[in-house]
């Protein structure tokens, strides 16, 4: 017997259509991606799943990098369509061809042609450097704004309760090479009474300076020595564009000197980034730019990227002090906060850095602060608490609100960075506006008897009738604005606060003004200032002396200028030291006592006597308020050009 034959067969599985043609049916996709997916060990499957995950992860990772990018191409963008002209800024208004200095040569005058020709290169330097940055495409968009702009359309036109601006309107490009107005150093001939008077005591102050303080801080006029607080030469420093500005060649060169051989920022010391910005950076910027000497811009790329660390906080909002040499930045002891207008009143000297060096890591760090406080939380109708942490990014000690101490320059930069910029940054436009519609809605009131128009405080909803002599920076802004386009109530109000912080002077027996007033509310009650005990002293501030300097120039009227003539009568009568100098005193309600503090602040000859002496000038054009902008210590920024 045969077992049954094995049945041999083969099966055949045939394909529904033939399975060269491509079939792209999404439905067969589905399954026969299913199926091949089935077909998959699980081992396979696993590790698929795997990878996948990984590249996800990946993804999400590399995310913030790609946005930091992108932002950086937007600065790019903002970069490209106002391109770096040093030699342009340098070259505005007060440039004296005959005076240029070389560094290589120890500062002596440079002859005229070597000079054109060095600042020629400087030039074709800096638009090299222009041409570098920015991939092609911004260039494009940089040309099509520039025909938008003589076509006169689309330009950004911004309105907000009754300003009409149109950002190119009112700021004009800077003349050529060719059309450079060149003013020279002032000429001792020419000055009026009241300059002479101012540069004489200017002489006196730096005399004093020369001969007890040389290259240290400050000097204490009375005891003839100096203190010390960051060891940098602050007062040097900050007084060199002021003897530029006098036309104190001598003394200018001798601070000159100093600065190339004796000044170094390679120290292990702690410095305010604040202080340091507007008063070093600001004061080796505003020199550079009217000398057009690259020693100090040197020096200011050196001080500038030193005081960089101070940006390495969790919330890139800096924290208040920074260590020079070492390259570290930590906050104040006792907290975590920085103070506002510290935080935000380094924008312009930054910004005016990255436009020289071309390095926009500057401008980025203190827009970003900008731009982080315009979308925070906390303000009053545009106002401001006075702190800022440092780890969170947010406001803290909130619900006080005061145009004074530790807040009163955010709102001063924030007009000056609209300004810089060439009108076109419309949130800090919005920011002032919006703050000044808040000063007049919640700290405007007037005084009894005389109705003093005045900026008092708001804590926890309750109105103070206290004024910083700090707030007199106020005035000047105002009116400033509304040389530059905004509503002309506010140079209403700039003229109603200039009469206040007038008084302040007027009504005591010195003639100067304490730090702080409390004004009087009620009627048929006493004067309108009163002075607390604790507030009664003058530490030689220039908020009024600046103020006056904006109301005359952009009004006009010499009413300003005879009430600077007195503040500057009382400053010599109470405040200067026969052996050289001028000192703080504590008490000005006393003629007979002022009492001397023993202390020359630096700002008295980075601001109070440059003010003044602009102030008394006839010359209009004597750093032009339509070329540049003052830092917050007095120190001239060029406006950048517009197209
Ligand atoms: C200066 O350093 C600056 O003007 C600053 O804005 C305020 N304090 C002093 C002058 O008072």
Known sequence: MFPPARKEFIS???????????????????????RKWKQLSRLQRSLILLLVAFLLICGIATYPNLSEQWKGNEYQHRWALSPVQCTDACHSAVIPALTETSPEEGGRPVAPRKAEKRLEVERTGSRQLGKKRGPPSLKLQKKENVSEVQAGDGLPVHSWRGAMIEADQVTEAPPSAAEIEV??????????????????????????????????????????????????????????????????????EEARRWVSTELSFAKNVDVNLFESTIRILGGLLGTFHLTGDSLFLEKAKD?????????NTPSKIPYSDVNIGRGTAHPPRWTSDSTVAEVTSIQLEFRDLSRLTGDMKYQMAVDDVMKHIHSLGGKHDGLVPMFINTNNGQFS?????????????????????????????????????????????????????????????LAHNNFSPKMDHLVCFLPGTLALGAHHGLAPDHMELAKALMETCYQMYAQTETGLSPEIVHFNLFPRQGKDVEIKPADKHNLLRPETVESLFYLHRLTGDKKYQDWGWHIFNSFIKYTKVSSGGFTSINNVDSASNPDPRDKMESFFLGETLKYFFLLFSEDFSLVDLDRFVFNTEAHPLPIWPTA
Not at 23 to 34: H, P
Not at 190 to 198: E, H, N, P, S, W
Request: hydrophobic share 35%; glycine share 8%; net charge neutral.
């Open 183 to 252: 003013v020279p150093v002032q000429v001792p001939g020419k000055l009026t009474d009241r300059q002479m008077a101012v540069t004489e005591a200017f002489r006196h102050a730096w005399g004093g300076y020369k001969e007890f303080a040389w290259g240290h801080d400050e000097l204490k006029p009375i005891s003839k020595s100096y203190s010390e607080w960051f060891g940098l030469g602050l007062t040097l420093i900050d007084a060199l564009d002021t003897m530029w500005i006098l036309g104190l060649k001598e003394e200018f």
């Open 397 to 457: 000690h909130l619900g006080v609100f005061t145009l004074g101490a530790r807040a009163d320059s955010y709102y001063e930069y924030l007009l000056k960075q609209w300004i810089q910029g060439g009108k076109k940054e419309s949130e800090l436009l919005e920011d002032y506006l919006q703050a000044i519609e808040g000063v007049k809605k919640n700290l405007l009131r007037k005084s009894e008897p005389k109705k003093l128009t005045f900026v008092g405080e």
């Open 303 to 311: 001080i500038g990227s030193r005081l960089m660390p101070a940006f």
């Open 12 to 34: 055949l599985t045939l394909p529904e259509q033939d399975p060269r043609s491509y079939n792209n049916n999404k439905s067969w996709r589905k399954q026969s991606c299913w």
